[in-house]
């Protein structure tokens, strides 16, 4: 799906784009489905990684790393009691999946490299866009956890900056169950922080987080197949969800592959070695398209 002059206008002024009726509601149900297939087929170790926002540097272990190049599995903080027991059953437990379910499973890979996020990307001017990393997110009901004010090149950053993110509802996102909100135009005072990574592998933010006043986002909520194209520098966030319905979603964070455009070695998302991110298409097929 190529997108108009005015699209373009409009994510360039406000940082982010909503795309109405992006995936049909048959590729939709069968993104789901595999989702749940996966989380019935995990295994969860006696020692879980669980993912919390508003705790990333205490949280991270070697799994966390290890997951840029697979199909891992991380629980939501609600899903355990103050002593540690799970509370919540394995479907109702996990926070997300991530970091390369793009390239390893086929359900998703078919969604991530389809010609529709392909001609978005050539739209946006990417060159050689590399699928860097890709999340199922449950948002699950009751126990789904905020997701704080954050800019998604703190954590995916190129130099000069290319990274976009594409964040598609698989069910409808709304006030109630924590649908995205932004910031319109947050995007261009530039990226405030990174999250870094050492050597050995340690992971520390660069500077303390920006304050936000909360009368300037705007609630992005929006109906199951929608995607919303979101600036890798656009402060964006999500309330914790209360309601009875879960809110799944599942994003795709694209950035630029091609020479002159650098990938740190501190980015936490460090591919291993044999295991190359595909770009979604070469230069020269765009230039002979």
């Not at 799970?86 to 359900?107: F, R, S, T, W, Y």
Request: net charge negative; glycine share 6%.
């Amino acid at each position: 799906m190529s997108l108009s002059n005015e699209q373009l206008e409009a994510f360039e002024r406000d940082g982010y784009l909503v795309i109405p009726d992006f995936t049909p509601r048959e590729e939709v149900a069968a993104m789901r489905s595999r989702a749940l297939e996966l989380v019935a087929g995990f295994q969860p170790p006696k020692a879980v990684s669980v993912f919390d926002t508003k705790d990333q540097t205490s949280k991270v272990d070697q799994y966390f790393l290890d997951s840029a190049g697979a199909i891992s599995f991380f629980f939501e903080a609600g899903a355990f009691d103050s002593q540690g027991a799970q509370v919540k059953p394995k479907e109702l437990a996990i926070n997300k999946i991530g970091h390369a379910l793009h390239d390893l499973d086929p359900i998703f890979q078919a969604w991530s490299y389809s010609p529709r996020v392909c001609a978005l990307a050539q739209s946006l001017g990417l060159r050689r866009p590399l699928p860097m990393q890709s999340m199922y997110i449950f948002k699950q009901p009751g126990i789904g956890g905020e997701v704080v004010p954050h800019q998604d090149s703190t954590f995916l950053f190129t130099d000069p900056p290319s990274v976009v993110g594409l964040w598609l509802a698989l069910e409808d996102a709304t006030l109630q169950n924590g649908c995205l909100w932004a910031i319109p135009g947050s995007h261009k005072a530039g990226v405030a922080r990174r999250f870094l990574r050492a050597p050995d592998g340690r992971l520390a933010f660069d500077a303390p987080p920006a304050v936000h006043a909360e009368a300037d986002f705007v609630a992005l909520p929006m109906p199951a197949g929608a995607l919303v194209l979101l600036h890798g520098a656009l402060v964006h966030r999500s309330n914790e969800n209360r309601s009875p319905a879960s809110r799944h979603a599942f994003s795709v964070h694209v950035l630029e592959g091609a020479a002159g455009t650098r990938y740190p070695a501190t980015n936490w998302l460090q591919r291993p070695a044999g295991m190359p991110v595909a770009p979604l298409y070469e230069p020269a097929a765009v230039e002979a398209a």
